[in-house]
């Protein structure tokens, strides 16, 4: 392998808290290290239209504790083609660079992958998704921002839900994964949380309900995954409106607040901490891997086993969730 003299980094796919933090950390690091460094703007579409701009130590002050991404993100169709991929290549090599770093989520790591085999270009990836769906790493960066974005805003539903004796059906994101409801349900006390891993028994769910006010319990608070297979919380909350219950039923959907803010100080932290690994694992000639963090230790995996083995739920929690209300 040549020796490695610049690399270029980008963000891709959804934001997450934490993705400035990382972009810090790869910069401030290959800079240590007597590298040059390129962002990219706007993801794989910046690759494939010249985007590219030199990074400094300057570049990357004060963005520790700003959310979203400095270098901005896209979807890029274009990428997902072979011509497309042609000339994300021939603007690297215009560029001079000898090593790329994407931060992103599972497509992100598939465009990587397949990038890597046909132009055989050294990529490290850095896991920044608020899901933290990805095998490989126990935290995704952004995920614990996420949760205390859920709890912070259904600590205060919980307060207009108690003073008008109401149900909230809060959606949270997770379009396949149900790791933001479950730690965020545990985490806030909620009466119920729905995921896409778990089939929804609406009769179960409304015999639920009707326990809890048959306790004199006035309010409840059911987190919903936006990928649950009932259909999100408007739909289970028509579904519940069937039985012809009084219960006084409300939905709030989260979206996209999930995704900004401040990192939290986990976030940040890992985000650096992974960000300097990254650095590491290119000077140490690693490609096609991400890095990630399981018990406390960094870690490289390949994006092949990233790609392919599924992150499951741990139901050891769903029961909590259960011992929890019973």
């Not at 400095?70 to 994300?88: D, P």
């Not at 085999?117 to 899901?131: A, Q």
């Not at 990192?263 to 000639?285: F, H, K, N, Q």
Request: charged content about 25%; overall charge negative; glycine content about 10%.
């Amino acid at each position: 392998m040549a020796k490695i003299k610049k690399i270029a980094i980008l963000t891709s796919g959804g934001d997450s808290p934490g993705m400035n933090a990382a972009i810090r950390a790869v910069v401030r690091k290959a800079l240590h290290e007597n590298l040059k460094v390129m962002g990219v703007l706007r993801g794989y579409e910046g690759l494939i239209n010249n985007d590219f701009i030199p990074m400094s130590s300057k570049s990357v002050g004060n963005i520790i504790q700003r959310g979203g991404t400095i270098l901005k993100t896209a979807r890029s169709e274009r990428f997902l083609t072979q011509e497309g991929r042609a000339l994300a290549y021939e603007n690297l090599l215009k560029n001079k660079c000898d090593a790329l770093v994407v931060i992103g989520g599972d497509g992100t790591f598939k465009g990587a992958r397949i990038f890597i085999e046909e132009h055989s270009f050294p990529i490290v990836g850095l896991p920044g998704t608020i899901d933290n769906d990805l095998y490989g790493t126990d935290m995704t960066i952004g995920f614990d921002t996420a949760l205390n974005t859920v709890i912070e805003a259904v600590d205060k539903i919980r307060d207009t839900a108690a003073s008008h004796e109401r149900i909230f059906f809060v959606e949270v994101m997770g379009r396949d994964a149900g790791f933001i409801a479950l730690r965020s349900g545990i985490a806030c006390g909620a009466e119920a949380v729905l995921v896409p891993e778990v089939l929804t028994d609406l009769k179960e769910l409304h015999d639920q309900l009707t326990n809890y006010m048959s306790k004199k319990k006035t309010s409840s608070i059911i987190l919903v995954a936006e990928g649950d297979d009932a259909g999100g919380a408007f739909s289970i909350k028509s579904e519940m409106e069937k039985y012809g219950d009084e219960f006084d039923m409300k939905v709030t959907v989260l979206g996209h607040i999930q995704r900004g803010g401040s990192p939290t100080a986990y976030d940040g932290y890992l985000a650096s901490r992974l960000g300097v690994a990254a650095v590491e694992a290119i000077l140490d000639d690693q490609r096609s891997v991400m890095i990630g963090m399981i018990n406390r230790q960094v870690v490289n995996v390949p994006f092949n086993q990233t790609i392919k083995h599924h992150k499951d739920i741990d139901e050891e929690l769903l029961k909590i969730v259960d011992v929890l209300n019973s």
